[in-house]
Nanobody, 131 residues
Framework: QVQLVESEGGSVQAGGSLRLSCVVS????????MGWFRRAPGKEREGVAS???????RYADSVTGRFTISQDNAKNTLYLQMDSLKPEDTAMYYC?????????????????????????WGKGTLVTISS
């Protein structure tokens, strides 16, 4: 049974930093696509960042230059380093896993919300940024 478990989020002031992690169990991540997504109160879930098996990354315009996605396949773990946080980054953050490679969310395939083509999701972790 594949499970994704995000680390505990947190509450920080604007300008601060947080690092989220997502541990995958029940499956060995190799040539797959993984991503971070978020859903702010009253809004639809949106993509934040993605990384493919070759380490190629993509970011939403709103987080480019502030967030960094990375993965450690030896630990089966996905990370999201979030710097220069803003109140508008407040949201539930979710990690997602799309099995396989090639034409995936990570490659830019048109993948509509709310699932974005992900096969598995974590339960989410709350990040709150105060001004």
């Amino acid at each position: 049974q594949v499970q994704l478990v995000e680390s505990e989020g947190g509450s920080v002031q604007a300008g601060g930093s947080l690092r989220l992690s997502c541990v995958v169990s029940g499956y060995t991540v190799s040539r797959d696509c993984m991503g971070w997504f978020r859903r702010a109160p009253g809004k639809e879930r949106e993509g934040v960042a993605s990384i493919d098996s070759d380490g190629r990354t993509r970011y939403a315009d709103s987080v480019t230059g502030r967030f960094t996605i990375s993965q450690d396949n030896a630990k089966n773990t996905l990370y999201l380093q979030m710097d220069s946080l803003k109140p508008e980054d407040t949201a539930m953050y979710y990690c997602g896993l799309e099995l396989g490679w090639g034409d995936t969310y990570c490659s830019g395939r048109d993948s509509p919300p709310p699932d974005y083509g992900m096969d598995y999701w974590g339960k989410g972790t709350l990040v709150t940024i105060s001004s």
